[in-house]
């Protein structure tokens, strides 16, 4: 594509209109209006049909332009304490994404007391926010849960452990995709292991272990043979962890810690110690936040989708706030896909 061309691409792409999007889908404007606002009562192909033609005309609402036809941008309130700035960061620019696109506005706060999730709420709520977007920890405080359904607030929970039945959640299947990964080990000849759990305060850290534990035992190995270190998904938590493992007599030949910022601390332990990664010890991590392809070498890892999560919370939330107003319907509960990513801190056991 020439420059010429593409200039034009984006000109015909700043300037597309709701009428292009309702031309492209084969639509009135009333129906992309309706998609816009997840209204619940457009048909799902109907949907589709309409969110295809906006990504393909790069088609954003104007706030301003929606405010001035009497509907205000919806405003969403996103409450964050998460260790793991990998896991922060990518969460937020997908939610920023979506927010831009869907020409609704977000409100971040940080909540790192749960004893103190009220104030913080209630100050959320003055600023007028019409929904809740709760990430991990936050998804599973009961402190915080309860006090959003004191409020009687819309919420989406991001990564809980569990569906929920008073409440929409996004998430992935933490078990499956951990078994997933220890078989690749396995699958590399490794049969000492070591393992380092996330924060007990997450659903997610135990399902993580119990996928793990659950390949070894498919495989034969005894669990009283696997070292398991407590962390708490921080850098220096699965640093102290790691050196637990690495300076054991019996050292492992692959540690999977249960998340990326963990695993990346305990591959530079093994540096530290003149180890070589992956020849003497095998390292595995999980999420594939940045840190896992930007160290050396970089991670073996699950791939959450935390992006496209977060992207998916803000639709969400957005049907939440209408399907709190018409008092119709149950919160929706959603599964995303995982993918192993294989990289080069994994490989076969030393002999």
């Known amino acids: ?185 396995l699958s590399l000849g490794h049969k000492r292991f070591g393992f380092i759990k996330g924060h007990p305060n997450q659903t997610v850290s135990q399902q993580r272990m119990d996928g793990f534990m659950t390949a070894l035992k498919a495989a034969g190995i005894p669990q009283e043979d696997v070292r398991v270190e407590q962390g708490y998904f921080t850098y220096r938590s699965g640093l102290e962890a790691a050196e637990r493992l690495l300076n054991a007599k019996d050292r492992p030949t692959a540690v999977f810690a249960a998340n990326d910022d963990m695993a990346a601390a305990t591959a530079g332990l093994a540096h530290r110690l003149g180890l070589d990664v992956p020849g003497d010890v095998s390292i595995v991590g999980f999420d594939d936040t940045s840190i896992a392809a930007n160290i050396w070498p970089a991670l073996t890892t699950v791939h959450q989708p935390i992006a496209a999560m977060a992207r998916a919370a803000v639709d969400l939330v957005l049907e939440e706030i209408r399907r709190h107003r018409d008092g119709t319907g149950e919160p929706r509960q959603l599964m995303h896909p995982h993918t192993l990513i294989v990289r080069d801190s994994a490989g076969p056991a030393p002999t």
């Open 1 to 185: 594509m020439n420059e010429r061309t593409e200039r034009t691409r984006r000109r015909s792409s700043q300037s597309a209109t709701i009428r292009d999007v309702a031309a492209r889908a084969g639509v009135s404007p009333m129906t992309v209006s309706r998609v816009i606002n997840r209204e619940a009562t457009v048909k799902e192909e109907t949907r589709a049909l309409v969110e295809q033609a906006i990504a393909e005309l790069n088609y954003a609402p104007n706030p301003a332009a929606r405010s001035l036809a009497g509907s205000a941008p919806f405003r969403i309130g996103l409450l964050y304490d998460n260790p793991s700035t990998g896991y922060l960061s990518e969460f937020l620019v997908g939610a920023l994404d979506e927010s831009s696109r869907t020409g609704s506005q977000i409100v971040i706060e940080k909540c790192a007391e749960p004893e103190l999730a009220g104030a913080t709420l209630a100050r959320l709520l003055k600023t007028g926010v019409d929904g809740l977007i709760l990430p991990p920890p936050l998804c599973e405080s009961q402190t915080v849960l309860a006090e959003v359904k004191a409020a009687g607030a819309a919420a989406v929970a991001v990564a809980p452990g569990m569906a929920s039945s008073d409440m929409a959640t996004i998430r992935i299947d933490n078990e499956a995709a951990a078994f997933e990964l220890t078989q690749h080990l």
